[in-house]
């Protein structure tokens, strides 16, 4: 198994970037495809960016699409998602995921990690 520790969350101004990064345990790392979803009190866990083991391929949701970018470096065992451009909309809590395969649905992934909260607000 593989084991996520998310960091990175804070609070920023409308406008603002943040950078999250998920640091992976364990030697399988670079066989899974991962994940980043977000969730709001009181709404649904959704999907936000996935990206493929290899690195060269890539999934974002249209809210995010141009804004956000996912990317991961194998050789230390870490995922990142870079945020610009943040809006009050995209405040949640943060978590990053592993699957078996390169897809958006929430149920394909097998492990995550704690979460880490990202704040925007004036």
Known sequence: ???LVES????VQPGG??????AAS???FRSYNMG???QAPGKERE???????AGFTTLYADSVKGRFTISRDNAKNTVYLQMNS???E???VYYCAAAQALTARLETYDHWGQGTQVTVSS
């Open 1 to 3: 198994q593989v084991q």
């Open 8 to 11: 990175g969350g804070g609070l």
């Open 17 to 22: 970037s943040l950078r999250l990064s998920c």
């Open 26 to 28: 364990g030697r399988s």
């Open 36 to 38: 980043w979803f977000r």
């Open 47 to 53: 999907f936000v960016a996935a990206i493929g083991w």
């Open 86 to 88: 943040l809006k009050p």
């Open 90 to 92: 995209d405040t949640a």
